[in-house]
């Protein structure tokens, strides 16, 4: 059932989880070979600051249109957060909900326009009602709001505009774009979803790793954070740390839950046995020269990430929940919560979740491979807001200023608000914290295979399906689905 809600709003497009956007073109993802081997250059680039003065600058530019109180139309998700981040009722003093309002109700203003919200119910990715409209030929939506594997989906359907054609107001190489999309969900020179600082969701939906500060007092260990300014939180580190305190607190010689300390716990199979192929580099796909994708995972090195994350899975050290529904997605009770886990990895927007604990947690980035990693790489889960433009839009012209204004001023206010005021200082509980995050920025990865899952099927969640067998052989999982995915790639470039 689709519920239609006209509201004082624009739209927050931005898939950037802190800071960042979505959509240029260098970034976090390394050389086209999928592997990274040049050493750590210690501190996390920046966006250099002027953040405002550049919004401004480009508002002042975009065409000065009187657009007459249109109606600008976002088709999205009626769940939260996929829709918190583009729509704010009013101001309620929550920092992020604030700038979202203020930066709308800018926006709206300067162009003459007001947003319409059409919800559709349910997590279904495929979009049903922005397909059948599209279909049909209405130009009902201005802009689509959609899950990661939906705006692949819609693409391979003819249902999407390629945007680099069609949005003539877009600026791709701005800083509100994130440099990884751009090169990284483009192929052959064709871009149909875009991400960036229209919404905070490219930070929030990005992996981190949460530590127990009292427990590694208690237990006499340094926090990493030494280890990651200087290059040393590398995989072995971390696996060390997880099998070297984990304990059978009840001595009944078995490894529980509900009883144990374990050195790790794992928010669920959607979580880091996905997020692990990225430590080193490595994507499911890259995109060549060319502009065509290819199969890239399978080397040396993922093999050995994988059997040493495997190896400590069944050393008993770690913990793995498993996802079964939306009601597992962030689990209320967990030993981490309990203090009887060292690290938990989950994402960025779940430090929210665990804001009333008594003792004092710690923010890292997932570990890189080894020290010649070039950054703490991790991926950006697919499930966040992506854009995208219906092939019935009736202004591109229009579109395209509109978005552009809003993920410009989303990069001024919306994201300082979410970065700064929110996660750095509201629910990080350190100076030390507050930094980590811009090495979890600075190593976002959006991978194309993993991003277009009609295309590269079980390979594109390789560490959760293996997660999910009695024998999790990743050689022999992959050579069991080689075939089909490079048909798919022989079929796509065709």
């Known amino acids: 059932m689709q519920k239609i809600k006209i509201n004082i709003i624009l739209v927050l497009c931005c898939l950037s989880v802190i800071t960042g956007a979505l959509v240029s073109c260098g970034g976090g993802g390394g050389d086209k070979t999928g592997g990274n081997t040049e050493k750590n250059a210690g501190a996390p680039e920046s966006d250099g600051g002027g953040a405002a003065e550049t919004a401004a600058d480009i508002l002042d530019a975009l065409p000065q249109t009187d657009f007459n109180k249109y109606n600008f139309t976002v088709y999205m998700r009626d769940q939260i957060p996929y829709k918190t981040d583009l729509v704010a009722e009013g101001i309620i003093g929550e920092p992020i909900n604030d700038a979202v309002y203020n930066r709308n109700k800018k926006i709206e203003e300067k162009f003459n326009i007001t947003i319409a919200t059409v919800y559709y119910d349910g997590p279904d990715w495929t979009a049903p009602g922005a397909q059948r409209a599209v279909k049909a030929g209405e130009d009902i939506y201005d802009i689509l709001a959609l899950h990661g594997g939906g705006g692949f989906l819609l693409a391979q359907n003819g249902l999407t505009l390629d945007l680099f054609a069609n949005m003539p107001y877009i600026d791709f190489n701005a800083p509100w774009w994130a440099a990884d999309t751009i090169k990284n969900l ?19 939906a990005t992996g981190c790793a949460l530590f127990n500060k009292n427990l590694f007092g208690d237990l006499n260990i340094a926090y990493p954070y030494s280890d990651v300014t200087g290059g040393k939180w590398t995989l072995d580190n971390f696996m060390a740390l997880v099998r070297g305190n984990a304990a059978d607190l009840n001595g009944d010689g078995e490894m529980k839950i509900d009883d144990d300390r374990y050195g790790l ?39 050995d990430i994988f059997g040493k994350f495997f190896d400590m899975m069944d050393s008993g050290a770690a913990y793995l929940h498993i996802y079964k529904s939306p009601d597992d997605n962030y689990p209320v009770k967990t030993a981490f ?34 020290e010649s990693t070039q950054k703490y790489y991790t991926n950006v889960d697919a499930g966040q807001n992506v854009f ?7 202004d591109t012209e229009r579109t395209s200023v509109i978005i552009e204004a809003l993920c410009a001023e989303g990069h001024s206010t919306v994201m300082p608000a979410f970065y700064d005021v929110s996660l750095k200082t509201k ?32 390979l594109a969640y390789a560490g959760q399906r293996l997660a999910n067998t009695k024998n999790p052989n990743f050689t022999s999982f992959y050579e069991k689905n080689e075939a089909k995915i490079q048909k798919n790639i022989e079929e796509l470039n065709k």
């Not at 779940?350 to 491979?369: A, F, M, S, T």
């Not at 979890?440 to 590269?456: E, H, P, Q």
Request: glycine residues 10%; hydrophobic residues 35%.
């Open 265 to 303: 716990e794992i928010r669920h199979d959607w979580d880091y046995p996905i997020s692990v192929l990225y430590c080193g580099g490595d994507r499911v796909m890259t995109i060549g020269d060319g502009g065509a994708p290819a199969l890239s995972m399978y080397n040396e090195r993922t093999v």
């Open 388 to 394: 995208s433009v219906p092939v019935t839009a009736g």
């Open 186 to 204: 483009s192929a052959f020179g064709k871009l149909y979803c875009i991400a960036g600082d229209i919404s905070h969701m490219g930070l929030s």
């Open 337 to 370: 919560r309990d203090g009887r886990a060292l690290f938990y990895t989950t994402y960025l927007q779940d430090v929210i979740n665990h804001r009333d604990l008594e003792y004092e947690i710690g923010i890292l980035p997932l570990p890189k491979y080894s």
């Open 427 to 458: 629910y990080s509980r350190d100076d030390e914290s507050s930094a980590m995050i811009d090495y979890i920025k600075d190593g976002r990865v959006y991978d194309y295979g993993y991003f277009n899952s009609t295309l590269a099927g079980d």
